[in-house]
């Protein structure tokens, strides 16, 4: 992108944003804490403070504890400035929620649909669902800031397009541009569900006190998301992250994308279902009906053989998995998530201890490996920050796609 030519109006929005920005982030806060961060002049503060005041982007809401002077006035961002659609694709139902600009829920929807649905299905619910949500919170399309989409597989972010999801059954979607149809004056954004659960790292989990780390996630197949500086890194087509689809075995078990081997067969519910079929004959005794997560944990916590012989050996695999990404990019830490860690108890500690004999260990620098600390609410959170980040960015570029002009 092309940096804009530095003018005095340009300076201004940079600055507007900047304390709006933080306030955001640190609210409630004082005036003296918004000059200590912003490093503004008085003047300069208050001219941006009365403005952002006026478009009801900000509001007091009481006093800071004294200290023995006078205290200080708080101030906080107007969370009910605008709305966001926050929406998950996932292989078998679509989440859906009406979210704040703090990326809260308001109401949450659950709509199945048949696996392997065509897109045309799935759209046909979102474009149902958004009047409803509003109509339920009364609320309208001119307080609707954005459409965040959150999906599987190999996303063009700039684009909209869904290039190829195996899990869904998709190719080349251009799901953005067939919203806008239905909806042509509302924003349309899409990303990967893994870099979506990351956005919520960064603004509401490990982002707060990490700069460099890993998101993981685990469950009905094997995600990755890098973060450097504080930024997700996308790679040249978007498709950074793709740690599920690396090899593992040589001419192993099939996977959904054409390859053979890859470590999501191995470290995911995949394993369970390719493995499982395998073994269920020597296992007379197993309560196993079906393969998926949550029944082979929950058998493997009630004591099945087959199911705790499961997680054992998916539990290797993925430590495997780590490993290999702390050798690859030596992180701060690495962040494991996804809905498979709800049975965590039953295989962290397998992959702690085989990550952590890395390459660095060797050299006394360790890598931290922990449990998010986000809840399943994480991956709507992600998809409303698609939309949020993108209003409240700096406006320094001359070519970006969609310029907001916030409370204008």
């Known amino acids: 992108m092309k940096i804009k030519n530095g003018s005095k109006e340009l300076m201004k929005e940079i600055n507007r944003f900047k304390v709006l920005n933080i306030i955001r982030e640190k609210q409630p806060i004082s005036r003296v804490e918004i000059s200590n961060l912003s490093e503004l002049s008085a003047s300069t503060l208050t001219y941006i403070m009365d403005d952002l005041m006026d478009q009801n982007l900000i509001r007091e809401v009481g006093e800071s504890s004294s200290t023995g002077g006078r205290r200080a006035k708080l101030l906080e961002f107007n969370n009910n400035f605008g709305s966001v659609i926050s929406v998950k694709i996932e292989e078998e139902q679509l989440l859906i929620a009406l979210m704040n600009m703090n990326a809260e829920v308001i109401e949450l929807d659950k709509i199945p649909f048949k696996k392997f649905s065509e897109p045309e299905v799935i759209i046909k619910i979102i474009e149902n669902k958004v009047p409803e949500l509003l109509s339920n919170n009364e609320r309208d399309y001119s307080n609707l800031r954005g459409i965040g989409i959150l999906s599987s597989g190999l996303v063009n972010r700039h684009e909209g397009i869904i290039v190829r999801s195996s899990m869904l059954g998709w190719k080349h979607v251009p799901i953005a541009r067939k919203l806008h149809h239905r909806f042509p004056n509302i924003p349309i954004f899409i990303d990967k569900n893994i870099n979506g659960y990351t956005l919520a790292e960064l603004w509401k989990g490990e982002g707060k006190t990490s700069n460099d780390f890993l998101v993981v996630s685990v469950g009905a197949g094997l995600g990755l998301s890098v973060v450097k500086d504080k930024k997700i890194y ?98 701060e830490k690495v962040v494991m998530a996804g809905e498979g860690m709800k049975y965590s108890q039953l295989f962290m500690e397998e992959v702690r201890e085989i990550s ?48 907001y002009k916030i409370g204008r």
């Open 356 to 403: 952590r004999e890395n390459f660095f260990s060797k050299v006394n620098i360790p890598t931290e490996i922990v449990e998010s600390k986000l809840n399943d609410s994480a991956w709507m959170v992600g998809g409303a920050l698609l939309v949020i980040n993108h209003i409240f960015q700096v406006p320094i570029y001359e070519d970006e796609e969609k310029v």
């Open 234 to 331: 996308y790679g040249a087509a978007g498709g950074a992250g793709e740690f599920g689809h690396t090899t593992l075995a040589v001419n192993g078990y099939q996977c959904h994308c054409g390859q053979k081997g890859c470590i999501e067969m191995y470290a995911s519910e995949f394993y369970f279902q390719n493995k499982g079929k395998e073994l269920v004959d020597e296992y007379p005794d197993t309560s196993l009906k079906r393969f998926c997560f949550d029944d082979v944990a929950k058998q493997a916590l009630k004591g099945d053989e087959l199911a705790n012989r499961l997680i054992r050996e998916m539990s290797q695999y993925l430590g495997l998995g780590v490993r290999n990404l702390i050798n690859t990019f030596n992180p």
